[in-house]
């Protein structure tokens, strides 16, 4: 399954070569075998750093040994920056925070507890469904 934590993995592994904006050759099963994805979710995934300005230059054939690819300096500063784990971390947390300022808003405003309720409750909807992705 293609989750934050495997997203990481797969950048990480992207970033430890210290070769980048040039083409590199790596071994796609060691890749395969570190992410523990699936050929076509391995394709998936670069798509998507590709789509995020991660990597270009991608390809890959299933009966190939060899994945051609050329990474990105944006790879490296979205891994430092904490990847993909981290802004799902720092978006629960945002999220937290404005959950407790509208509890704070509802207090000052009581004619508008309803309207503030409504929003504290998609609030903790959205916590909720972060949770079970963490």
Do not use: W
């Not at 054939?61 to 904490?82: E, F, M, Q, T, W």
């Not at 978006?91 to 309803?114: G, H, N, Q």
């Amino acid at each position: 399954m293609i989750n934050s934590e495997i997203k990481d993995v797969l950048l990480n592994a992207l970033c430890d070569s210290d070769h980048f904006e040039r083409v590199e050759i790596l071994e796609l099963n060691q890749i395969l075998e570190i992410t523990g994805l699936s050929f076509d979710e391995l394709n998936a995934v670069l798509k998507q750093f590709e789509r995020m300005g991660f990597v270009s230059e991608i390809m890959m054939r299933r009966n190939s040994p060899s994945l051609y690819i050329a990474v990105h300096l944006d790879a490296l500063d979205y891994k430092n920056r904490g990847g993909f784990v981290g802004q799902d971390e720092l978006l629960k947390m945002s999220l937290e925070k404005l959950s407790l300022e509208i509890e704070d808003l509802r207090k000052s405003y009581p004619d508008k507890a309803a309207t503030f309720t409504t929003i504290a409750a998609n609030i903790a909807t959205c916590l909720t469904f972060l949770a079970t992705k963490l």
